[in-house]
């Protein structure tokens, strides 16, 4: 009988909760993408602002199209959430995003306005050339898809080329993004140089070119690539690096500079670039869902987490690269070990300024990156190529770099436990 009572209660509470959805704000995010203090600071800080008490739940996830199907087809009522760009793009397109009211925040708390970066304004512009994603969505990290490599092995100039990624001398030392989305484009681009060059194309008309000429120059191109790769990865490829197992690796700017930092505490020196012939841009944004209970207070989260003291926290905790482009994120970046470079682009006036080049690549390099569009209907089309590239079985080196991989991530979990070095990692 008492359990029976305590089920009941349990129900009773839950249902009063679900109820009280004007004190409660559901957040759906990346798994360790966001300091988890600033949680309840956001909850105290909205009492503050609106005389209203607020609760956050707060729940993670690990991949983009778990996340949609639960709004898409659970229709779960979550208040706010952050995609990557190309799911953005599509919930944007299939009418599941609510168009975001910053008018209704008083001025001298609007974060979003003050600090929205004029770049990412204007990639945002382009996800949509007839609905504005700026009204939908604000770019909470971004980065850079890229080259890196070991300076021991690889020269500087082998590395400014996607043309690395075939070169038989690194053979059994290349490591690929698991990631066809981010692969595809920087390839189209490089075989593609002679059509630019002559503004036959442009870079924007690649980023929408899925047709089955694109799929199958590119199928070509990493058929080319495939026998020299040692592993195909979603995350183990940076500790090859930091190891000198890889000397090459297609790989994410966040990872990247998390390499480089790790490998430098054993004297080895990883560089990370975008090749020559240009590469993507990617982000991840706040969005508020069609099914959100909770507007106002979802409206005022992604404001508070646009705040500067709340953007450097966020990058300094989990490591990614804030899309913020206040003067007080562009400070907390600032490193007199580099040259300087132009980054006016993303902070108005930053002509000159030494940061690393990895975080925030100067405008000559980002003159030549792009946002990749989201496939649609030909989505299935680039997995199946991608599936064909790879093979049906991975290689064995693959299964042994693998199992190598699980003991290396062990003693570095213990490492970090005791040692506490801040990270960058950036999560696609």
């Known amino acids: 009988m008492k359990k ?12 009063g909760c679900s109820q009280d959805r004007e004190h409660t704000i559901k957040v759906y995010n990346w798994s360790n993408y966001i300091d988890e203090d600033v949680i309840p600071m956001f909850e105290e800080w909205y009492e503050e602002q609106t005389g209203e008490p ?24 979550y208040d706010v959430v952050c995609p990557s760009d190309y799911i953005i793009e599509r919930m944007l397109n299939n009418g599941l995003l609510l168009p975001l009211d910053f008018k209704s925040l008083p001025d001298s708390i609007n974060y979003i306005k003050n600090n929205r970066s004029p770049y990412v304004q204007e990639v945002f512009r382009k996800i949509n050339p007839e609905i ?27 590395a400014s080329s996607w043309e690395i990624l075939r070169n038989p001398k690194f053979a059994g030392r290349i490591f690929i993004k698991d990631a066809p989305r981010d692969v595809f ?20 008309d690649l980023t929408i070119d899925s047709s089955d000429e694109a799929v199958a120059s590119v199928e070509a191109f990493m058929n080319q690539v495939s026998p020299l ?11 090859q690096m930091t190891q000198e197992r890889g000397y090459v690796s297609f790989n994410w700017s966040g990872d990247a500079v998390w390499a480089i930092e790790e490998a430098a505490d054993v004297n080895v020196d990883l560089r990370y670039v975008v090749p020559d012939e240009g590469s993507n841009v990617w982000f991840d944004g706040w969005v508020i869902p069609k099914y959100a209970k909770n507007v ?18 966020n990058m300094d905790v989990t490591g990614y690269v ?40 100067d405008i000559s390099t980002i003159r030549h990156c792009v946002l990749m569009h989201d496939w649609g209907q030909d989505t299935d089309k680039l997995i ?45």
Do not use: H
């Open 4 to 15: 029976l009572v305590c089920v009941l209660l349990a129900i009773a509470a839950l249902a």
């Open 54 to 77: 607020i609760k956050v739940i707060y729940q993670t996830f690990d991949i983009n199209e778990t996340m949609l199907s639960k709004i898409e087809k659970g229709k779960e009522d």
């Open 132 to 158: 504005d994603a700026n009204d939908y969505s604000v770019a909470f990290m971004w980065g850079t898809c890229g080259i890196l490599y070991n300076s021991a092995y690889v020269t500087d100039e082998e």
């Open 185 to 204: 484009t920087p390839i189209l681009m490089y075989l593609n140089q002679d059509r630019l060059k002559s503004g036959e194309v442009t870079l924007d």
């Open 229 to 239: 790769v040692a592993g195909w990865e979603a995350d183990f490829g940076k500790e």
């Open 296 to 313: 106002k207070a979802a409206t005022y989260f992604i404001d508070f987490m646009c705040r500067p003291d709340i953007a450097i926290r």
């Open 322 to 361: 804030s899309a913020n482009g206040s003067p007080e994120v562009l400070e907390s970046e600032l490193d007199d070990s580099f040259d300087p470079i132009d980054i006016s682009y993303f902070f108005p006036g930053a002509d000159s300024v030494r940061i690393n080049p990895a975080l925030y690549p």
């Open 384 to 428: 199946s190529m991608w599936s064909r590239v790879k093979g049906e079985n991975a290689s064995s080196m693959t299964f042994i770099v693998i199992a190598v991989v699980i003991l290396a991530v062990l003693a570095f979990t213990l490492r970090k436990r005791f040692f506490g070095k801040k990270t960058r990692r950036n999560k696609r």
